[in-house]
C-alpha cells in the first residue's frame, strides 16, 4: 500500500527533515546551473530589432555569415512594421520600458537626438573613433551627433531622387528637368501624347515620407522648414508657401493623380514600375524595383537624376537613411557592438550595394568598380547623398513633424483655411515646440 510521506513508519519519519534538506539542496543546485546555463545562453543571443526588408534574403545571408564567424552567436530578429511612424513609436516603448529584448536596432536619420536625449541609445564614442568616422559621409555623421557625442552609425544611406522614363523623354525631345515648372511642362505633353499614364508619382500622404518631400520643394524655392541660424520655423515665410501652393496647384491632380494624397513610397512606386507615370520621385532603393523584370514593366527604360529645381534656386534632396543603434540596457553590449562595426563594414555595405542595391554610406565604396559595374546609378546618386540635407535636428522632432504633417497634409488637398493662415498656425506650434528643445 502507497503512503504518504507523514504517515509512513516513525524511523523514515525522523529521518524525513534530513532528506528533505538534502532534496532541496540539490535542487537549488540544479536551478543555479540552470540560472547560468540560461544567462550563458543569453550572452550568445544577440536580439536585432529591425524592420520588414525589400530583400529578406539578403539580410538572412548577412545574419548567417556573422553567425558563422560568430560560433554559438545566434542573431534574433525582430521585423517591426514597415511604417516608420509605427517602427519608432514601438521601438520607442519597448526603450521607454527599459526591455532587454533588444541590443542592437535601427534608427531613422532623425531619430538619433530623440533616443539620445531620452537616454534610449548607448554613446559611441569610445568605440566609434574619429578616424573610422571621416570614413562616411559628413552628413549622415552629424544626424547621429547629439550634444557633442556619437550615438548611431549610418548602414545605408537615402537621399531623394528624379526617376524618368528615359525612353519617354527621347520619344518627346526632353532631357530631364532642371525644374518643377519644366517637369510639369513636359508631363503634360507626355501624357497628352501618350494613353494611361500620369505625369508625376510622389508620397503625399500624411507621414513622415510627406514631410521629407514638402521640404525639397521648400528648399529648393530657397526656402526652409526651420532656419538653422534663427531657430524659427520658415513654413510662413514666402517662399515656403509659394512651394507648398506650387504643389497643390500643378502637382496634385493635375501632373499628379489625385489620389497621390494617400501614397508612401509603395503606393507611388507600383504607379511607377506598372508604367503608369513619367516622373517618380524616391529614394535610391527604388531603381532596384524599378529595373527588375520580374517586378517592373518599365525595366531598362528608367533613368535618375537630382531632383528639379525652382527658377532662381538649387536642387535639394532630404537627406534619408537607416542607422544601427545600441540598446543601453543591452547586457551584450561588446556582441552588439561586433554586429554593428560587422553591418557597417566595408565587406557587408558592398554586399547590401550589390543585392539590394542599398546605397553605401562609406565614401571610398563610390570609387569601388564593382559596385558602379552592377550599381551605375551610384555614380550619378553620389553628389546628391554629399550634399543631401538633414531634417531639423532636435531631440523634440517628432513633435516637430507632427505638426509638419498635418499642416502640409490639409495644405495640399486643400483643406483648412488656406495655406497663408494654416502655416502661421503651424509656425506658431512648431515656435512653441522649439522653445522647449534642451
Known amino acids: 500500500m502507497d503512503r504518504m510521506p507523514g504517515r509512513g513508519p516513525a524511523s523514515l519519519r525522523r529521518r524525513w527533515p534530513v532528506f528533505g534538506l538534502i532534496v532541496l539542496l540539490a535542487l537549488c543546485l540544479s536551478l543555479a546551473g540552470c540560472g547560468n546555463q540560461g544567462k550563458k545562453e543569453n550572452g550568445n543571443i544577440l536580439r536585432f530589432y529591425t524592420w520588414k526588408p525589400n530583400q529578406p534574403e539578403v539580410w538572412e545571408e548577412i545574419v548567417k555569415i556573422f553567425e558563422a564567424e560568430h560560433p554559438g552567436v545566434k542573431v534574433w530578429r525582430e521585423i517591426g512594421p514597415h511604417s516608420s511612424t509605427s517602427f519608432h513609436d514601438l521601438l520607442a516603448q519597448k526603450l ?33 573613433r574619429k578616424a573610422d568616422r571621416s570614413r562616411f559621409f559628413a552628413n549622415t555623421i552629424q544626424a547621429n551627433t547629439y550634444g557633442g557625442k556619437i550615438y548611431g552609425v549610418p548602414l545605408y544611406i537615402d537621399a531623394g531622387m528624379l ?21 510639369v511642362r513636359q508631363a ?30 521648400v528648399m529648393a524655392n530657397k526656402g526652409c522648414l526651420v532656419n538653422p541660424r534663427q531657430g524659427k520655423p520658415g513654413l510662413a515665410e514666402p517662399p515656403a508657401r509659394e512651394a507648398v501652393l506650387f504643389v497643390r496647384d500643378h502637382l496634385i491632380g493635375n501632373a499628379a493623380p489625385a489620389g497621390a494624397l494617400a501614397y508612401e513610397e509603395p503606393e507611388s512606386l507600383a504607379l511607377f514600375v506598372q508604367g503608369k507615370a513619367v516622373f517618380h520621385r524616391n529614394w535610391p532603393y527604388a531603381w532596384e524595383a524599378a529595373n527588375d523584370p520580374a517586378r517592373s514593366r518599365v525595366a531598362g527604360k528608367i533613368g535618375v537624376a537630382p531632383l528639379p529645381a525652382f527658377p532662381g534656386g538649387k536642387s535639394h534632396a532630404a537627406l534619408g537613411g537607416w542607422q544601427l543603434g545600441i540598446s543601453p540596457y543591452s547586457e551584450n553590449k561588446d556582441l552588439a557592438w561586433d554586429f554593428v562595426r560587422f553591418l557597417t563594414s566595408d565587406r557587408i555595405q558592398k554586399h547590401l550595394a550589390l543585392k539590394a542595391g542599398l546605397a553605401p ?8 568598380r564593382e559596385i558602379l559595374a552592377a550599381c551605375p546609378q551610384f555614380k550619378e546618386m553620389k553628389g546628391v547623398f554629399v550634399s543631401a540635407a538633414p531634417r531639423p535636428v532636435s531631440p523634440l522632432y517628432p513633435a516637430l513633424s507632427n505638426i509638419m504633417q498635418r499642416y502640409f ?28 528643445a534642451p
Not at 195 to 215: H, P
Not at 361 to 368: F, G, N
Request: proline share 3%; glycine share 8%.
Open 163 to 183: 526617376y524618368y522614363r528615359r525612353d519617354l523623354l527621347a520619344k518627346h525631345h526632353f532631357k530631364p528637368p532642371e525644374t518643377w515648372p519644366e517637369l
Open 188 to 217: 503634360a505633353v507626355i501624357t497628352a501624347g501618350e494613353r494611361g499614364i500620369y505625369g508625376f508619382s510622389g508620397q503625399f500622404k500624411q507621414y513622415e515620407g510627406l514631410v521629407c518631400n514638402m521640404m525639397e520643394y
Open 361 to 368: 554610406t562609406r565614401k571610398d565604396l563610390y570609387d569601388d
Open 96 to 128: 521607454k520600458n527599459r526591455s532587454k529584448d533588444l541590443d542592437v536596432f535601427l534608427m531613422d536619420v532623425v531619430w538619433p537626438a530623440e533616443f539620445a536625449a531620452a537616454g534610449w541609445a548607448l554613446a559611441l564614442d569610445d568605440r566609434f
Open 409 to 436: 497634409s490639409r495644405a495640399i488637398s486643400g483643406a483648412g483655411a488656406g495655406i497663408d493662415q494654416e502655416s502661421r498656425l503651424a509656425s506658431a506650434e512648431m515656435e512653441k515646440i522649439l522653445t522647449l
